[in-house]
T-cell receptor
């Protein structure tokens, strides 16, 4: 069975600083990986996804993530955050080729301070 | 429609009452998913539809929970004899294929008092 671990429940950071949100997954088969963002009182929005090919994936709002198969990780990064990036971020995994559901981590709350 | 629509956006109900939550997916999206989001618990998978059939009901927490989808479109999640632990935000998502990711609705916040 697949699982996702987001190692940090909360990450405080100052505006314009870099940030990394960590995600590790467990799966016995090849996977698809996703990051979603949830702004306060809103639904979840897809940030980026890894399906195959290049291990560095670029998404919306300047975010990127790197798939590391040996480390079973898919960490999310941004070189310089803005106040507007304050939100909760969810990592998710699915079995490659599956048409079934995504398994989500418990989320990381990013708080950007001026 | 342009996005995934869920109704109602908020629902307060008394313990023991039945509730129905509705999801209207994006037109043409064959896959529809229900999740429950509780404080600090992330997203808990409930059920998945492909067309009108539900290949995976494994996440439904008890037999008080049921869901159906008609015409390959609208889905209804029904919770019978609600309990306080059912209080959560219920999220619906749809997708044409999993590799495209999901499009989520804004959710229904259910409060059982």
């Amino acid at each position: 069975a697949q699982s996702v671990t987001q190692l940090d429940s909360q990450v405080p950071v100052f505006e314009e600083a870099p940030v990394e949100l960590r995600c590790n997954y467990s799966s016995s088969v090849s996977v698809y990986l996703f990051w979603y963002v949830q702004y306060p009182n809103q639904g979840l929005q897809l940030l980026l996804k890894y399906l195959s090919g290049s291990t560095l994936v670029k998404g919306i709002n300047g975010f990127e993530a790197e798939f590391n198969k040996s480390q079973t990780s898919f960490h999310l990064r941004k070189p310089s955050v803005h106040i507007s990036d304050t939100a909760e971020y969810f990592c998710a995994v699915s079995e490659r080729g599956s048409q079934g559901n995504l398994i989500f981590g418990k989320g990381t709350k990013l708080s950007v301070k001026p | 429609g342009a996005g995934v629509s869920q109704s109602p956006s908020n629902k307060v109900t008394e313990k023991g009452k039945d509730v129905e939550l509705r999801c209207d997916p994006i037109s043409g999206h064959t896959a529809l998913y229900w999740y429950r989001q509780s404080l600090g618990q992330g997203l808990e998978f409930l059920i998945y539809f492909q067309g009108n059939s539900a290949p995976d009901k494994s996440g439904l927490p008890s037999d008080r929970f049921s869901a159906e989808r008609t015409g390959g479109s609208v889905s209804t999640l029904t919770i019978q004899r609600t309990q306080q632990e059912d209080s959560a935000v219920y999220l619906c998502a749809s997708s044409p294929r999993l590799i495209y990711g999901y499009t989520f609705g804004s959710g229904t916040r259910l409060t059982v008092v």
